[in-house]
């Protein structure tokens, strides 16, 4: 009988506990948060800087319900019926048209209500499915990963088959980065270094080195040294590592950081799509470069942006 009494009081203590989060929980503002999460987020802050659209939060006092639905439903049918607000606001973000969203009055009002509450919202296994993104743990440095790397993983140093330092070759030893990464001037990709190219100083220097040794067995049997990759953009971006390398003659640590410092490599920046396009905002060509010689439209001070930069077929086509 004591044993029915237990049972029946943790079951009423786990129904009440589940009314409670039932009566807690808000459906406008889960629904709401969860379509911001899976469709707005890559083009805008809920609030603090723009990205390529202007962070969201305050909008309902900017523009009219009314304005607000028919713009997110069509923004190429404000724009042609001649709505000044809406080509205004296009021609800010450097006529950037936001596609067309298939979202019904109260779907659109929900997203409203989320960015104006100032509440967070916890995305779900879901949510971040649907943007590509793995859970965090799969990418936690201490656990080297062989899963695709997309998004924001800034941070990551996975453990590496061999134990190359960055350091040691490119700072100690002042290797330049081309010497390895040859792809890097004249190439989409900067590329990974054979084998062979290990070997043209290995085959003397430290040949006893246990990890040497292990460069050594992969040349002998003809097997791949199988590197985890670190930096890995999603396949729907295309980048060049030859315009920026040769073209805007950035240094290596622009973007990877003080590579000749870290004695596992990781990575440096988040490379988010908002970080791209705020350094294509505020950079600056040298319009007298070489790499600009056939550009007909050239203009002091032009950054990047101008030159249609952040045009969104620049990297996704």
């Given at each position: ?11 009423s ?48 006092q900017?523009?009219?319900?009314d304005w607000?639905?028919?713009f ?27 596609p ?24 779900t ?13 799969l990418f ?23 134990a ?21 001037e ?22 006893d080195?246990i ?19 670190v ?29 000749e410092?870290m ?9 988010t ?45």
């Amino acid at each position: 009988m004591r044993k029915i009494f237990v049972i029946l009081t943790l079951l009423s203590v786990v129904v009440m506990s589940r009314a409670r989060a039932a009566d807690d929980s808000n459906p406008t503002q889960d629904l709401g948060g969860r379509i911001f999460t899976q469709r707005c987020a890559a083009c805008h802050n809920v609030e603090g800087a723009d990205l390529v659209g202007p962070a969201l939060k305050g909008v309902s006092q900017r523009r009219t319900e009314d304005w607000i639905l028919n713009f997110v439903k069509s923004p190429v049918k404000m724009i042609q019926s001649g709505n000044t607000t809406a080509k205004e606001l296009v021609k800010k973000y450097h006529d950037i048209i936001m596609p067309d969203q298939n979202l019904t009055d109260e779907e659109i009002k929900a997203v409203v209500a989320f960015v104006e509450s100032g509440e967070k919202y916890r995305p779900t296994d879901e949510d971040m499915t649907a943007q590509g993104i793995l859970p965090k743990e799969l990418f936690a440095p201490e656990k080297p990963s062989k899963f695709p790397l997309l998004n924001d993983n800034e941070g990551y140093a996975p453990e590496q088959p061999i134990a190359f330092s960055h350091k040691l070759h490119a700072g100690d030893n002042g290797i330049t980065c081309q010497y390895c990464h040859y792809g890097a001037e004249k190439s989409k990709n900067a590329g990974f270094p054979a084998t062979s190219v290990c070997l043209n100083c290995h085959k003397v220097i430290k040949r006893d080195s246990i990890e040497i040794q292990k460069i050594h067995r992969s040349f002998e049997e003809n097997e791949s040294i199988e590197w985890v990759r670190v930096h890995l953009l999603p396949d729907f971006v295309y980048f060049s590592h030859e315009r920026h390398v040769a073209g805007a003659e950035f240094a290596c640590q622009t973007c990877h950081g003080p590579v000749e410092e870290m004695e596992r490599l990781r990575q440096y920046s988040d490379l988010t799509m908002g970080w791209c396009v705020n350094c294509h905002r505020e950079t600056e060509v040298d319009v007298h470069a070489k790499y600009y010689s056939s550009w007909s439209k050239k203009e002091e001070g032009m950054t990047v942006a101008d030159m249609g930069g952040i045009d969104c077929v620049r990297c996704h086509y």
